[in-house]
């Protein structure tokens, strides 16, 4: 049984999108996923990038803004809310998807996530929106979660994650990744796959 | 009968692919495409990059050089050839097909040129590369239309080429445009065919 991981961003789209529509993919091969929240920020700051690329090269930024309705509607998503803040921090939401995938609800508040970010079009960068998403689940504790979020250990650990990303060669996102095969971009899920099975 | 401008640049690997392909997708449809060979290089220069950004960022490079590979033989191409020089330059190429599109030949001969670089793996940055094309194809007076790109008529047209790819949004190849639709990427090639259908 092969294994692909899954690199999303909570401020992308693209990440959105292939989030929603990885397990239908999966369907019944076997496969396992990890899912692997981590920040493209650092990252962009390598290449000298302040912000998100597409808000830095307005061509390619305006190429981006219909691209991404039109990839939600293409895949039978609902029509994609961008808010007037783009992007939208993901700092707060890794922290707490690193607890809930230590407790089970990883996966769940993701998608709740995005759904609140992409679908509702509400914000998505404070720790409060991410408490918001974490009551409207259903699942307890929130304030406890809310302050592990904001410790030494939480935060090393997404350093961490920040580390194996540059390890890895990632540079964007959503990145798949099969042993040492790197995939780059929501197109390329299907790719991913069907490596992670051909290696299997 | 709906239409749609398929923009290419010789130095793009994503751009041969997708013109290999582009037939095979149009298929039946009666859907009439343009072909319209551009230079991306006097884009890429008002973002601040002098030469291709597979180049500048390392990281999106690396996967970039992967990707074109499997995603060549995803589609059954031959096996993708890449030269110690990339990007090679498409300056000569673009002069040249304008002529062929005039004449009858630019298809072919943008066909031959890319087949020469990807997958016989040698240059086409020169003129040379051009008219060896022209005479493998048993195109007549290569020597002519090597004078003729390089007149003030081709070079003033391959500049108005320009200011269009700019003025409709351009930023990278392979670009599809069907009316005030852009689709960039040889992955969104079954996108603009469809919105083609759609609106014709």
Not at 84 to 104: H, K, N, S, T, W
Not at 125 to 142: K, N, P, T, Y
Not at 157 to 163: P, Q, T
Request: glycine fraction near 12%.
């Amino acid at each position: 049984m092969g294994s692909l991981t899954f690199w999303y961003e909570f401020a992308s789209p693209y990440s959105y999108i292939a989030m929603m529509r990885l397990e239908e993919v999966i369907g019944g091969t076997g496969l396992e996923v990890v899912y692997q929240p981590f920040l493209l920020g650092p990252l962009f700051q390598e290449s000298g990038w302040e912000t998100s690329p597409f808000l830095i090269y307005k061509a390619k930024g305006q190429h981006f803004f219909r691209d991404i309705v039109r990839e939600a509607d293409h895949y039978g998503l609902p029509p994609l809310q961008i808010r007037d803040e783009f992007p939208q921090g993901g700092l707060y939401g890794c922290r707490v998807a690193l607890i809930g995938f230590d407790e089970g609800w990883g996966l769940e508040f993701s998608k709740a996530l995005y759904r609140r970010q992409f679908v509702e079009g509400f914000s998505t960068s404070r720790m409060e929106d991410c408490v918001a998403v974490l009551e409207g689940l259903g699942i307890a504790g929130s304030d406890e979660i809310a302050r592990r979020a904001g410790t030494d250990e939480i935060k090393a650990r997404l350093r961490a994650v920040g580390a194996a990303a540059k390890e890895k060669g990632i540079f964007g996102a959503p990145s798949f990744v099969v042993g040492d095969e790197l995939f780059w971009g929501n197109d390329r899920l299907e790719r991913a796959v069907d490596w992670a099975l051909k290696e299997a």
